[in-house]
């Protein structure tokens, strides 16, 4: 249950909802208080904006690796609330009002292979309406370039540890937004020696980039000069940087870097 003292104001909107028995002339009458919490500036909680996203409609995540929490018995409101209390992980819900289920997830559902041979028939998404400190929204999704220097797979889970992935860029549009955002204050001389852990890698099969947090082909790319090159050199260059000037290179996954996170 959240404090009172976590709430500064609350909306309550009423909905009338009628239902005419199968028998008889009698009518009932059910009234639904929505609840709306809206905390104060200086309290680390987000507003509780949901929005259902109708294009995933019965569609669910592969793997259960993208759910924080999975929930029976639950309403669709009170699954909201507990999105909220998860504010730094939470990045939307999957909602079956008939059976009163629930599942938390990290992500949002473009970004994640979804199973559409299977649909999961009854589940609705709903996505959250903003980012947590720190985080830059764009196109529906947060992201944050993390300074620390790990090695690709360090950064992967490091992300999955902040409810994200490393980054996935599926156009030109997206590729140019990270650079003016989350890379302009980073420079060097030679920028080789600048460049910042995106999600790509061809490390299960040669020349076959995917994307590590969705295990999806990568279909756009802007490799820098003569990338990739693995084929040239001795080492496997096989995880992939994006550098300040929103080229790409391939780089071996060892090699310690800062990276980007998206949910």
Not at 39 to 50: A, D, M, V, W
Not at 114 to 124: A, E, F, R, V
Not at 193 to 222: K, L, M, Q, R
């Amino acid at each position: 249950m959240l404090k009172h003292t976590l709430v500064k104001e609350i909306i309550c909107e009423v909905v009338f909802i009628s239902k005419r028995r199968e028998m008889g002339t009698k009518f009932y009458s059910f009234i639904v208080f929505l609840l709306v919490f809206r905390p104060s500036e200086s309290q680390k909680i987000r507003t509780l904006k949901l929005a259902m996203d109708p294009r995933y409609t019965s569609l669910l995540p592969l793997s259960s690796q993208f759910y924080t929490t999975e929930l029976s018995s639950t309403s669709r409101m009170l699954c909201f609330l507990m999105c909220l209390q998860q504010n730094d992980t939470c990045a939307g819900t999957l909602v079956n009002t008939d059976a009163l289920q629930c599942k938390l997830i990290n992500s949002h559902l473009d970004g994640l292979s979804l199973d559409k041979d299977n649909p999961g028939h009854g589940w609705s998404f709903y996505a959250v309406d903003g980012c947590s400190s720190g985080w830059k929204a764009y196109n529906g999704h947060c992201y944050i370039r993390i300074s620390t220097q790990l090695s690709f797979n360090e950064a992967q889970m490091h992300c999955l540890q902040l409810g994200a992935y490393l980054v996935e860029i599926n156009d030109p549009s997206e590729n140019t937004w990270i650079t003016q955002n989350l890379l302009n204050n980073v420079y060097c001389e030679k920028k080789y020696d600048c460049g910042t852990w995106t999600g790509a890698n061809d490390i299960s099969v040669e020349d076959s980039f995917v994307w590590i947090g969705s295990n999806t082909p990568v279909t756009f790319t802007n490799w820098t000069g003569a990338n990739p090159d693995d084929d040239m050199v001795t080492e496997d260059l096989d995880c992939v940087e994006i550098f300040y000037d929103s080229t790409w290179n391939d780089r071996p996954c060892p090699h310690l870097k800062p990276f980007i996170c998206e949910k």
